[in-house]
């Protein structure tokens, strides 16, 4: 008799610490009961500074492994920390169709992205005292064309041991047509592995967590549609938080951080990781 089949490790990755108080507080809670092992910090947040840096690793110490890396901030409505970045409106990063609009018709300047995101390097060595455990984007702004050439160089200069994400996908064909985000992000990520491979930059195998959103959207359903195709060390993105005022004037994304919330905190989340065979530890 063959034995039982050894556990899945994958990653449960928190984007956005450092977007507002509920979110960091919502994070850290999840980190220290064992129901995420990973966040990605926002360094052009407004809630994040050394106290916030401090409390997320006293949330770490507490589990058995989390990972902390930088969540690459190039949309609005935030700001540079760089003086001469472009483009700009009204002094806040350009909104993401922006963005890509201009990665795709080669309007970037490569140069001043790949400085901008070297300074929230900078920025997260100044909290943390060491360099990220990997590096990710925003609204998925490493996949983006142009942008991607800047994540990737500046990331193997700064910090060249950490991974970096890519959002391709090991879900069936017919599944990634019924999620066009999804498929999308797959498209991206064919140039963004070729050229994270060229630089020596270790990657996610598989990505999974993109959904539109919604209110009405069933998230333990969604969890359990995430894990069915995910291979070990694949990564799963989500949003957990606690609606707070400074969240409601940054993102539309609010009750459903609630909502990721209370399923991962809850007891259903762990009865699907052992039903899955996978595992965070």
């Known amino acids: ?25 919502a994070i850290r809670d999840l980190i220290a009961r ?9 360094v052009v947040g407004p809630a994040i500074g ?12 507490k589990a058995a492994r989390c990972a902390i890396g930088l969540h690459v ?38 140069e001043i992205v790949r400085a901008e995101i070297m300074v929230q390097l900078a920025a997260f060595v100044d909290l943390f005292g060491r360099a990220p455990d990997f590096v990710d984007g925003h609204q998925h702004v490493q996949l983006y064309p142009q ?40 498209v991206l990520s064919a140039q963004f592995r ?10 996610n195998p598989a990505f999974a967590g993109a959904y539109d959103f919604s209110s009405g959207s069933d998230f333990s359903l969604l969890m359990r549609q995430f894990l069915q195709d995910l291979p070990a060390e694949g990564l799963i993105m989500c949003h957990p938080g606690f609606v707070d005022d400074v969240l409601i004037g940054l993102d539309p994304l609010t009750v459903q951080r609630e909502r990721e919330h209370a399923y991962l905190g809850g007891e259903q989340f762990p009865e699907l990781l052992a039903e899955s065979n996978v595992t965070l530890a």
């Open 50 to 61: 050394r106290d916030e840096a401090a409390n997320l690793e006293a949330a770490r110490a």
């Open 194 to 203: 070729r050229r994270a491979t060229r630089a020596g930059l270790s990657f």
């Open 34 to 42: 064992g129901r995420l092992n990973a966040t990605s910090v926002m």
């Open 147 to 186: 942008v991607r050439d800047a994540f990737l160089s500046a990331t193997e200069q700064a910090a060249p041991k950490a991974w970096v994400r890519q959002g391709g996908s090991h879900a069936t064909l017919a599944r990634r047509l019924g999620a066009p985000k999804a498929l999308f992000l797959d």
């Open 73 to 110: 901030t190039l949309t609005s409505p935030f700001r540079p920390l760089t003086m001469h970045f472009r483009p700009l409106d009204g002094g806040l990063f350009p909104t993401f169709p922006r963005l890509l609009r201009a990665g795709l018709l080669r309007r970037l300047d490569v």
């Open 1 to 25: 008799m063959s034995g039982a089949p050894a556990l899945r490790h994958i990653w449960l990755c928190a984007d956005d610490y450092g977007i507002s108080p509920g979110v960091n507080r």
